[in-house]
């Protein structure tokens, strides 16, 4: 009878989330800066209904456009007008979607994506487990009044200084908390059986791992909408919802009047009281005890990302800053010998994508002087959907990055 209610409650929600069948992701590469101009003038033309997954920066680094069938022929004949090639990186986006998580199963599993109850209740479960090592701590609320919940894992006596990790700023990012969730596993079992590494960290750091910055967004993905990225509160004075809650960060944050951008950020900086809220909680740790690494982890892309957003002025920490990003890389990449490659973008966020401002990096850095704070895009490089299959990868890989970033910062 359970069996059958669950199987009941899934098909209902999965019939009432929007379907994207027959959406395709066309992919175009400027090759120089003409054919860059091009595409300036292309996102110009059809910003309004298409979503620019990756949008136009510089030479070589490709732009990827999500297109419902109703806008396709536009959309490509506007391509054709400018004489670029595309490439279909995806073409029904609703068949990923259907395959994306490969052992469906109700309840917490670590190679599957997890439900916000789920993860939750998986947090809970972590701290009874292991309660001299792992405690659940409420560090934000939402607008729905939900609560944003870290890990903090401590070996030892806790008051040590912090390292800061988090996932899930963005509800569609779904392989970030997946990935948090995994290396949380590794650390914490790593800690019991002795890994010298585990217990170095731990002994000397007090963790927070982060899986869902935005829990109204990520619900939202799993009840309404796959493809949601901001945050959930309404706008006044228009039809859209939501703000890009990562930028929404009080630093070099910038106006702007268009509301239903993916990446509006918000009437004020620190308008979104998820931001504000566990902005509060980091600094209070960084005043009392000290943050010593943060990172942000999204999706797509295989980028590992220095400060600063808003400006491609190299910061006065930037040589510091590229040494511990390169090593996490390499020590992220021999994993699985070279099945995913982040060398080659490696580097400021202003220059590896684009131009940013009001960013979590910009504030943890800028205005707490968290020297080590990077912004990753984590697996793969041409989709939001990913299979679950590769969550364990992307959590074993991470995890190695995680390590030479963490084992840096000990004092
Ligand atoms: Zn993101």
Redesign the pocket.
């Known amino acids: 009878m359970f069996r059958v209610l669950t199987f009941a409650v899934l098909l209902a929600s999965a019939l009432a989330a929007k379907k994207y069948n027959g959406y395709k992701v066309l992919r175009v590469t400027p090759k120089n800066d003409q054919e860059l101009g091009k595409l300036f003038s292309l996102k110009d033309t059809v910003k309004d209904y298409v979503d620019f997954w990756k949008s136009p920066t510089t030479v070589d680094r490709p732009v990827d456009m999500l297109i419902s069938p109703l806008h396709q022929d536009l959309v490509v004949g506007q391509i054709n007008r400018r004489n670029l090639e595309f490439e279909v990186t995806v073409q029904d986006l609703q068949k990923d979607i259907d395959g994306e998580r490969v052992e469906a199963v109700p309840g917490f599993s670590y190679t599957d994506y997890n439900t916000l109850d789920t993860i939750n209740n998986w947090m809970d479960d972590l701290a009874l487990s292991y309660p001299n090592l792992v405690e659940v701590v409420d560090v934000g609320s939402s607008y729905e009044g939900r609560t944003i919940r870290a890990l903090k894992i401590s070996g030892g006596t806790g008051g040590k200084p912090v390292v800061w990790y988090e996932g899930g700023?963005?509800a569609r990012?779904w392989i970030s908390p997946a990935t948090i969730i995994y290396m949380t596993k590794l650390l914490v079992e790593g800690y019991v059986a002795n890994d010298l590494d585990a217990r170095d960290i731990l002994d000397n750091l007090d963790v927070y791992m982060l899986p869902v910055y935005n829990v109204d967004g990520y619900e939202f993905t799993w009840t309404d909408d796959r493809m949601w990225r901001k945050t959930r509160k309404p706008l006044p004075l228009s039809s859209c919802y939501g703000v890009d809650p990562?930028r929404n960060w009080d630093y070099e944050w910038v106006a702007s009047s268009i509301k239903c951008s993916e990446t509006y950020p918000g009437p004020n900086a620190f308008s979104e009281i998820e931001v504000s809220s566990v902005t509060d909680h980091i600094q209070k740790l960084n005043n009392e005890r000290g943050v010593l690494a943060f990172i942000d982890f999204?999706?797509y892309g295989e980028m590992w990302m220095t400060p600063c957003g808003y400006t491609e002025t190299l910061p006065p920490d930037y040589a510091e800053q590229i040494d511990v990003a390169t090593r996490s890389v390499s020590a992220l990449q021999s994993v699985y010998d070279g099945e995913t490659v982040y060398h080659t973008n490696l580097g400021p966020i202003a220059t590896v994508i684009y131009e940013a401002h009001g960013s979590s990096v910009d504030w943890t850095y800028g205005e707490l002087g968290i020297v080590h704070s990077y912004a990753v895009e984590l697996r793969n490089t041409r989709s939001f959907i990913i299979s679950s299959a590769y969550i364990e990868k992307s959590g074993r890989e991470t995890y190695e990055a995680l390590k030479v970033t963490s084992l840096h910062v000990i004092p």
Do not use: F, K, L, T
Request: charged share 15%; aromatic share 0%.
């Open positions: 700023i963005h990012e990562n999204h999706a």
